[in-house]
């Protein structure tokens, strides 16, 4: 009886640990919906696969796993044929959760800490034609209050290169219109400024002054970018009108909000912007997220230096 007990009261703290780190990430409000998804998922397989390692999930206790279950799990994970992106996002989420734990004094070390993710073949982003950009921006229908909204939040999105779950977060008082300024609360709740030109600047007046006001149904919230009912939009509805809007335009590429994001940092690079100003914008820790994008600006290096340097030809 005794260790029936022990096992439910073990269980329990297993599990409350894990409800308790995804309430923790909720209420910090940086990290989207499908991202806290993934992190519960893969803490519940880690889980599940600690209690084949324990005899039962009731057998073990958070500060019971060590390095060696962490570097087992990845294994199992590899000989499942989990690609490498996955099995280094697990890792990412473990080393996040045991993190966590530290820090409540749950347990003493991080085990995931010293597990090694696998090196992740870099993938180059897809970027639109400064014309496929113009194209897609003059699609929405401007005479209609949503139309005057999705054009602002197009523009928005490729004048900035801010992400989509920045923007859906963005309030009316974080924009300053008469200094082209924008407030944007990027991971770990960092804080950056980001720039409109002009286009963006007169985009987000028209939305502001004409439409924003039709969407509020009477109520009153200083969020920027609302749908139905006066609700603030989300990063779903804002990726399928993005969609949308591609689709409208003719484009063949696959356009999402990220898709901007990459076309806004390569377009950058491309006029001639320092690459630190461009993390700066787009809120990288690390310059080489950034250098990313001069790869896919070798086309255009190329031209620059066919014209510039004096034995080129």
Known sequence: MHQTNEGGRKLAEVWAAVDEFID????????????????????????????????????????????THVRQFVMELSMQGYSKRSIARKISSLRSFFKYLVNKRLIKFNPAIFIRAPKIPMRLPKTLTVSEVEKLLETPDVNTPEGLRDKAILEVLYATGMRVGEL??????????????????????????????????????????????????????DALFLGRHGSRLTERQVHRLVVKYSLMAGLKVHVT?????????????????????????????????????????????????????????
């Open 257 to 313: 909000p990220h898709v901007l994001r990459h076309s806004f940092a390569t377009h950058m690079l491309e006029g001639g912007a320092d690459i630190r100003i461009v993390q700066e914008l787009l809120g990288h820790a690390s310059l080489s997220t950034t250098q990313i994008y001069t790869r896919t600006s070798r086309a255009h290096l190329k031209r620059i230096y066919d014209l510039a340097h004096p034995r080129a030809k």
């Open 24 to 67: 923790h990430l909720r209420s910090l409000k940086v990290s989207s919906p499908h991202t806290i998804r993934c992190y519960a998922s893969d803490i519940v397989s880690f889980a599940s696969f600690l209690e084949g390692q324990f005899s039962g999930i009731g057998h073990f206790s958070w500060s019971d796993v060590d390095v």
């Open 168 to 221: 859906v977060r963005l309030n009316c008082s974080d924009v300053n219109l008469s200094t082209g300024e924008v407030i944007v609360t990027g991971k770990g709740g960092k804080q950056r400024i980001v720039l409109l030109g002009e286009a963006a600047i007169q985009a987000l007046n028209e939305y502001i002054s004409k439409a924003r006001e039709t969407f509020l149904s009477g109520k009153t919230t």
